[in-house]
């Protein structure tokens, strides 16, 4: 997929900021849709298949928050959130939801295009970090298939397009201490020291969803660095 070929959904109340939006985007080949409320947003998206949702959370009557809820529900389809506030329990909040990425307005609308398509890049499991498309760690315990995009660990685990990315990021170096830093940057595709402790929110709802738990953990943390993968992976 091509961004000339990509159709992004952009959900804000504010029609001057949807056409500052979508003039940048259609500048770079994007397709784009529109919705000015969290209902219209969740029918677009079950109509019109958006490649991306880029998402407001201030928004009049049904909020962003539940819209991203919703759509989690039924979709993995990357969402990239519009939020005023910059607190980290906002941002922290947003991940939590399911979000692949955040800007805060006001922002530069060049930065948000770059975010899209970094986001999109990532989607299309173009950053592949495996050599062999389907590899297991600890005696089966985990097992990663890069080409379709799964994890098994008991069953099929669902995560996130930046969870599955982050799980990978550890996977392709087990054992390998890997800083936050380094991990944003092969997540997000950029790496700025703010979003640094976004990766805790990320380990924290891997951890969950692979049922990770002490003494043996999948996703390791060490101490003044970062994280790294506790199992070898099988011959």
């Known amino acids: 997929m091509s961004t000339a070929t990509a159709t992004v959904l952009v959900v804000d109340d504010e029609p001057k900021l949807r056409a500052l939006v979508r003039d940048y985007l259609e500048r770079d080949g994007y397709t784009v849709q529109e919705a000015g409320e969290g209902r219209q947003a969740l029918e677009l998206a079950r109509t019109a298949h958006p490649d991306l949702v880029i998402l407001d959370l201030g928004l009049p009557g049904l909020p962003g928050e539940e819209v991203a809820r919703l759509l989690r529900k039924t979709s993995d389809v990357p969402i990239v959130m519009l939020t005023a506030k910059a607190g ?22 060049r930065e948000l295009v770059a975010r899209v398509e970094a986001v999109l890049r990532r989607a299309r499991g ?44 550890l996977a392709s170096r087990p054992g390998r201490a890997w800083t936050r830093l380094e991990l944003v ?6 790496a700025f020291e703010a979003y640094e402790r976004t990766i805790d929110v990320h380990v924290k709802n891997l951890r969950r969803k692979l049922g990770d738990a002490p003494p043996s953990h999948v996703v390791v943390t060490v101490p003044g660095v970062g994280y790294k993968l506790g199992l070898e992976r099988d011959a």
């Open 185 to 190: 940057g092969r997540v997000q595709g950029h």
């Open 126 to 169: 173009g950053r592949g970090t495996t050599e062999d498309a389907s590899v297991s760690y600890g005696s089966g315990r985990v097992r990663i298939d890069t080409e379709r995009r799964e994890v098994h660990s008991g069953g099929q685990v669902e995560l996130t397009r930046t969870e599955f990315d982050l799980l990978a990021a």
């Open 88 to 109: 980290e329990n906002d941002r922290v909040m947003g991940l939590r939801l399911g979000a692949d990425d955040y800007v805060v307005k006001p922002f530069s609308p």
